[in-house]
């Protein structure tokens, strides 16, 4: 049965300490990041949660949610705090506590926050957002919540079609956020105020943030007055928001079908609500994020970012991104210089991406990297371009990037490895071209060149299946001619799923017999040393199609599908296509039907009363186009009249956009083998380091869940924002000299953890300690900077004990405690087994205990213990010391102690006094 649901955050907190020793990665659930903002709850007025549907390490690398956080936290009155979805493990012990879904910045359950924005930037999280809402017990409908219900909102790139989600979300915000989520605030203020007293007692009044002059007034795009009516119910609410620019509330619009299936119309149900609900966009981008949470495990993009373009000319006709995220605007370059000198003060991580739909497209890319090494070359700050076009790519930004990036490996996306292929796909690339791209990489030290394309493309025939093979061969013949057995080429395969408002939404998907096929050939031809090749299952794509193609009749599915297990559906390893199959047949409905049936041009699509600006004829006019096999150029070079221009024109104003105006074709990538400079000389040796420090920190409760690897990496980034000369390892991927004397295990809180930094300049032991105690995060204390010897032997191999103070939850009486002890140390040997490379090995752990006492009940601890909310009866605290040992290369652990005890999976805190040195 479960327990009694927790609804305080001091509960939340308690349960916490019980629960997470046992997950995987429990810092993924604990905050406290740098640069992550807590504002005063009872005086915040406007309380906001930015929910991401899957786990910490993906969602902290979204851009856009980390733009919201930002924004929202800078207004006085509002606070925005963050959630993700817990993993399997996590929401499996959350049930079983009877722990609600909780933000990270104040551990408040969701439940109890105003709005909830959910970003929803691919279809296969719209479980993972029924989850979050069942696990926070808000009701999953929209239709079935009352006043006391959160405001529940989604946004992102899946959204374009919100018809098979409609169900679950109050409103839509479609197109681009920072400026229509404020106009989502100011209108939920003002709903609150028509409540009769502007909500729950205690709330006004400024909250805190980072510090004063981070607070910007609000910047407001005109919405409609609004006449609240005097109950001020939520419907009243819904109505207004509908009459903010690019908001859509689909229980305020009705769908009616064909006797066939299809949708017949849309209309709305009430007055003064736009149809169609036209795309938002933020005429100029505003200035770029520069104070970004630095999270402390490994997430996906770990590093800083800055958006350099948004849009695209190039007209790609699969790409959603390409032709939603019109008109193309890009960043000057003297601001993205700037935010990149403020990310590396602010943030201290050692790579920058710059990111755009194609970023070799931004027409000062070259003046970029240049200005990027030359300000910041010597702190080893790697540049990366994840998104690069062959087209637009040179040998002069190769030669920069390689200056200022790791050299591991390039990535392209041809998409398609035949000429006519391109062509049906508008993205007329020569094969020739690339093979010359391929050339200068390896020649320039690349080991790797990672290749993307689709199969089952509209057109496509067995010939461009064959053609990815001999292509990926003729890569990987280059490489070996260059660089020999270290080339690699991977290829990487999806399938092409069509999507709505591009000129492929009337296209079908792919026959799954032919995609296997297709598939098989694919992993035959690319078996053998230097190749790999990746690719997806069939069944995901069918069910991908299904909702990015589905109408208002697939809420039902997602939720029986959900019921039914589904979730995490973007994880191979997770995706239960069995649900799936069922909820569809349940509901009396056909994926295939939805996926692979192909949509006539009189056909009226379940999308077309949300408008992304791009004109229906338009869109219509590049889908025969493709079929003709027939390019479009690109927009700088020709107006095609898309209907940017038309719909979002008048919000202009003097901002620059990369349409009409042509800016002329850019050079060709290879054009002129001349040209071409010579390899680039080795990259200059690291300075040596000239001063070694040792210093002697704590490492609280706070930080006890990180793992050694990421407190290796807090260290690094907090040494960064210091400013300090840091002494770097050789090699093409150098570190930061640190050295840990002996890495804490994760769950273990420490006193007295000592570290070695090697500087490539001397810097006085206190001003160092002045300088890095103002960039460590709390949970980091810096106790004691001192000089060492640099000839000193490394710092673990002088470690030869710790001694550990640790308090245990236990039903035995005292007496029971100490003769456990007692027992322990009689025994003339203790066998354990450790897990090393994959096995099992057997070990004595008795040796490896020199001292091991039992220090009585804690009766009143002055720190937190994982107490249960209803402890059972005779439960009790009780507190060990022991001193273990470091020899012959093992290292006595005090979990295995505790096993050994008896005493495993028991909650307690574990904490290292100190370490002792030879």
């Known amino acids: 049965m479960n327990k009694r649901a927790l609804t305080t955050p001091a509960e939340i907190s308690q349960a916490l300490e019980r629960i997470l020793p046992w997950v995987q990665k429990p810092a993924r659930y604990t905050g406290g990041e740098w640069n992550s903002i807590v504002k005063d709850w009872d005086h915040t007025p406007v309380r906001v949660a930015l929910a991401f549907p899957d786990i910490?390490?993906?969602?902290?690398?979204?851009?856009?949610?980390?733009?919201?956080?930002?924004?929202?936290?800078?207004?006085?009155?509002?606070?925005?705090?963050?959630?993700y979805a817990?993993?399997?493990?996590?929401?499996?012990?959350?049930?079983?506590?009877?722990?609600?879904?909780?933000?990270?910045?104040?551990?408040?359950?969701?439940?109890?926050?105003?709005?909830?924005?959910?970003?929803?930037?691919?279809?296969?999280?719209?479980?993972?957002?029924?989850?979050?809402?069942?696990?926070?017990?808000?009701?999953?409908?929209?239709?079935?919540?009352?006043?006391?219900?959160?405001?529940?909102?989604?946004?992102?790139?899946?959204?374009?079609?919100?018809?098979?989600?409609?169900?679950?979300?109050?409103?839509?915000?479609?197109?681009?956020?920072?400026?229509?989520?404020?106009?989502?605030?100011?209108?939920?203020?003002?709903?609150?105020?028509?409540?009769?007293?502007?909500?729950?007692?205690?709330?006004?009044?400024?909250?805190?943030?980072?510090?004063?002059?981070?607070?910007?007034?609000?910047?407001?795009?005109?919405?409609?007055?609004?006449?609240?009516?005097?109950?001020?119910?939520?419907?009243?609410?819904?109505?207004?928001?509908?009459?903010?620019?690019?908001?859509?509330?689909?229980?305020?619009?009705?769908?009616?079908?064909?006797?066939?299936?299809?949708?017949?119309?849309?209309?709305?149900?009430?007055p003064d609500v736009p149809l169609p609900v036209v795309?938002?966009?933020?005429?100029?981008?505003?200035?770029?994020?520069?104070?970004?949470?630095?999270?402390?495990?490994?997430?996906?993009?770990?590093?800083?970012?800055?958006?350099?373009q948004r849009g695209c000319t190039r007209g790609c006709r699969f790409c959603l991104a390409g032709m939603v995220y019109r008109p193309l605007r890009e960043r000057p370059?003297?601001?993205?210089?700037?935010?990149?000198?403020?990310?590396?003060?602010?943030?201290?991580?050692?790579?920058?991406?710059?990111?755009?739909?194609?970023?070799?497209?931004?027409?000062?890319?070259?003046?970029?990297?240049?200005?990027?090494?030359?300000?910041?070359?010597?702190?080893?700050?790697?540049?990366?371009?994840?998104?690069?076009?062959?087209?637009?790519?040179?040998?002069?930004?190769?030669?920069?990037?390689?200056?200022?990036?790791?050299?591991?490996?390039?990535?392209?996306?041809?998409?398609?490895?035949?000429?006519?292929?391109?062509?049906?796909?508008?993205?007329?690339?020569?094969?020739?071209?690339?093979?010359?791209?391929?050339?200068?990489?390896?020649?320039?030290?690349?080991?790797?060149?990672?290749?993307?394309?689709m199969i089952g493309h509209p057109t496509q025939t067995e010939e461009d299946v064959a053609a990815v093979v001999r292509l990926a061969r003729q890569v990987r013949e280059i490489g070996r001619r260059r660089i020999g057995g270290r080339a690699r080429v991977r290829v990487s395969v999806s399938t092409f799923v069509p999507k709505p408002h591009t000129p492929f939404q009337w296209s079908p998907l792919a026959d799954e017999a032919d995609l296997r096929a297709q598939i098989e050939l694919l992993r035959r031809g690319l078996s053998g040393r230097g190749l790999e090749v990746s690719w997806n299952d069939p069944r995901e794509s069918l069910i991908e199609a299904a909702l990015s193609r589905g109408d208002r009749r697939l809420a039902d599915v997602v939720q029986r599908a959900w019921e039914l297990g589904a979730k995490f559906d973007a994880w191979q390893d997770q995706f239960a296509f069995d649900a799936w199959a069922q909820a569809f047949a349940e509901a009396g409905l056909d994926p295939a039907w939805y996926a692979r049936r192909p949509r006539s041009p009189e056909e009226r699509l379940p999308w077309e009363h949300i408008s992304a600006g791009v004109r229906r004829e338009f869109l219509l006019e590049e889908y025969q186009r493709a079929l003709r096999g027939e390019t479009t150029e690109d927009c700088r070079e020709r107006c095609r009249a898309c209907g940017i221009l038309q719909q979002l024109g008048p919000q202009r104003g003097d901002a620059e956009w990369g349409c009409p105006a042509p800016v002329g074709a850019q050079e060709s990538a290879i054009s002129d083998q001349a040209a071409i400079p010579s390899p680039l000389s080795p990259d200059p040796s690291p300075l040596p380091p000239c001063q070694r420090l040792r210093l002697t920190f704590s490492q609280s409760e706070a930080l006890?869940?990180?793992?050694?690897?990421?407190?290796?990496?807090?260290?690094?980034?907090?040494?960064?924002?210091?400013?300090?000369?840091?002494?770097?390892?050789?090699?093409?991927?150098?570190?930061?000299?640190?050295?840990?004397?002996?890495?804490?295990?994760?769950?273990?809180?420490?006193?007295?953890?000592?570290?070695?930094?090697?500087?490539t300049a001397k810097v006085e032991p206190d001003e160092l300690a002045r300088r890095l105690r103002a960039q460590l995060p709390a949970g980091v204390e810096l106790l004691e900077a001192r000089e060492v010897d640099l000839r000193l032997p490394a710092l673990p191999s002088q470690v030869r004990g710790a001694e550990y103070e640790i308090v245990v939850e236990a039903e035995e009486t005292a007496e029971e405690m100490a003769a456990r002890v007692a027992a322990l140390l009689a025994a003339s040997e203790i066998k354990r087994q450790r897990q090393r490379k994959g096995q099992m090995c057997p070990y004595d752990l008795r040796p490896l205990i020199e001292k091991l006492r039992y220090e009585g009940r804690e009766e009143h601890p002055s720190y937190p213990l994982p107490t249960s909310p209803m402890p059972g009866e005779g439960t009790a605290w009780h507190r060990l010391w022991m001193r273990l040992r470091v020899e012959g290369g093992a290292t006595g652990r005090p979990d295995e102690v505790l096993a050994a005890l008896g005493l495993d999976r028991r909650p307690r805190r574990i904490e290292r006094l100190r370490l002792i040195f030879a």
Not at 56 to 83: C, F, H, K, T, W
Not at 281 to 303: A, K, W
């Open 86 to 270: 817990p993993w399997t493990d996590m929401e499996a012990a959350m049930r079983r506590e009877g722990l609600p879904l909780f933000s990270l910045e104040s551990r408040h359950p969701l439940r109890d926050f105003d709005i909830i924005g959910f970003s929803l930037p691919y279809e296969q999280l719209y479980t993972n957002a029924l989850n979050m809402l069942d696990l926070a017990s808000i009701p999953l409908r929209s239709a079935g919540r009352s006043l006391d219900d959160p405001l529940i909102i989604a946004g992102g790139s899946a959204t374009y079609n919100p018809e098979p989600m409609h169900a679950f979300f109050d409103a839509f915000v479609i197109g681009e956020g920072e400026d229509a989520i404020l106009d989502v605030v100011q209108m939920y203020r003002e709903w609150r105020k028509g409540q009769g007293g502007g909500g729950e007692p205690g709330r006004g009044g400024d909250g805190e943030t980072r510090s004063e002059e981070n607070i910007l007034p609000v910047s407001l795009s005109p919405c409609p007055l609004v006449t609240w009516s005097p109950d001020g119910s939520r419907r009243a609410l819904l109505r207004a928001l509908a009459r903010i620019p690019g908001v859509y509330v689909p229980s305020l619009y009705e769908v009616s079908y064909q006797a066939a299936g299809t949708v017949a119309d849309v209309q709305p149900i009430v």
């Open 279 to 308: 795309k938002r966009i933020v005429p100029r981008l505003p200035p770029p994020l520069t104070r970004p949470i630095v999270p402390y495990l490994d997430v996906v993009h770990n590093r800083a970012a800055v958006e350099i």
């Open 333 to 453: 370059l003297e601001e993205v210089l700037a935010a990149v000198d403020e990310l590396v003060e602010q943030a201290g991580f050692e790579e920058v991406a710059f990111l755009s739909l194609s970023a070799s497209d931004y027409s000062r890319i070259g003046e970029l990297v240049e200005g990027v090494l030359a300000a910041h070359g010597d702190e080893e700050l790697s540049i990366s371009l994840p998104s690069l076009r062959i087209e637009s790519f040179s040998v002069e930004l190769m030669e920069k990037l390689a200056r200022g990036r790791k050299r591991g490996g390039f990535t392209f996306a041809p998409e398609a490895a035949t000429d006519r292929l391109r062509q049906v796909i508008n993205k007329p690339i020569a094969t020739e071209s690339m093979l010359q791209v391929a050339e200068e990489v390896y020649a320039r030290g690349w080991t790797t060149i990672k290749l993307y394309f």
């Open 56 to 83: 910490y390490e993906i969602g902290m690398s979204n851009l856009g949610l980390a733009i919201l956080y930002d924004i929202l936290n800078r207004q006085p009155d509002v606070l925005a705090e963050r959630v």
């Open 704 to 759: 006890k869940y990180i793992s050694h690897l990421d407190l290796m990496r807090l260290w690094e980034r907090a040494l960064r924002r210091a400013r300090l000369p840091l002494a770097y390892t050789q090699g093409f991927h150098p570190q930061p000299r640190l050295q840990v004397a002996a890495p804490l295990a994760v769950g273990f809180s420490g006193q007295r953890e000592v570290l070695d930094l090697w500087l």
